[in-house]
C-alpha cells in the first residue's frame, strides 16, 4: 500500500478506482466469475438486464485494471473466456461483503425510505 | 436476510441499494462519520472536491435510507449534525474494507493500464 494514495482527496486516481468497483455492473460481474471462468453469453444471462454495451464496458475496464483475464481459444466459431487474476480474486471478499449487506439490510432501508417520504423528508431531530 | 432480494434480478431494489451504498462519495461521507457527528461544511472539507449540491444530495439518501441521522440544535444560527445510526455503522466495515482495497492495489492497476494502453487493448492469451 502507498501512503500517496488517499480517495479523500480530489485528484487522486484511488478515487477513480473506488467508483469503478463500487459500480453495481463489477459488484454482479465479479460475483459470477467467483464460480470460475465464464463466457461472455453466460455473464449476460446471469447478471438479468445488463446491456451488451455494459457487459463489453465492464469487462474491459476489469480487464484494463489487471482484475479479469480474457482468453480466446482457437476454436471454430472462437470461444472467449473471462476469468478472475489474483488480483481480481483479492476483491471477491469486499465485493460479496457490500453485497451481503445489501440484501441484508434491504428491508430495513425499505421501511426506513417509506417512513422518510411520509412526512416528507422533514425528520429533523 | 430476505432470500426475496437479489441484485443478480434485473428489477430488485437491492441492485439500486447495491449502487448506492458503492458510490464513491457514499464510500468516503461514511468514512468521515466513523469518526463521530460531524456538520455540513466539515463534511465538505474533508472530502475535498465534493460540491455543495452532490454532499446535500449524498446526505439526503443516506438518511432516507435510515444509514445516518440530521440533528438541528435550536442556536444562533442553527446547528446541524449529521451521524451514523446503528444500521449506519453496520456499513462502516464493508466500505472500509471497499477503500482499504483501492488504495492497496492502485500501483499494481497503475501497472496493468500502462501495460494494457501499450498494446491498445489487445491482451488476449
Not at 22 to 39: A, E, K, M, Q
Not at 82 to 107: S, V
Amino acid at each position: 500500500m502507498s501512503a500517496e494514495w488517499d480517495p479523500y482527496r480530489g485528484d487522486c486516481p484511488s478515487r477513480m478506482l473506488l467508483d469503478r468497483i463500487g459500480d453495481r455492473w463489477t459488484v454482479l460481474v465479479v460475483g459470477v466469475l467467483s464460480d470460475g471462468p465464464h463466457r461472455f453469453s453466460e455473464l449476460g444471462r446471469r447478471v438479468v438486464g445488463i446491456s451488451q454495451k455494459m457487459l463489453t464496458q465492464t469487462l474491459r475496464s476489469l480487464e484494463r485494471d489487471g482484475l479479469i483475464t480474457r482468453t480466446v481459444y482457437a476454436e471454430v466459431p472462437p470461444r472467449v473466456e473471462y476469468r478472475l487474476t489474483e488480483a481480481g480474486h483479492t476483491l471477491q471478499e469486499p465485493l460479496r461483503a457490500l453485497q451481503t449487506w445489501a440484501t441484508e439490510h434491504m428491508d430495513a432501508v425499505v421501511d426506513s425510505r417509506r417512513a422518510y417520504d411520509r412526512v416528507g423528508g422533514r425528520l429533523d431531530r
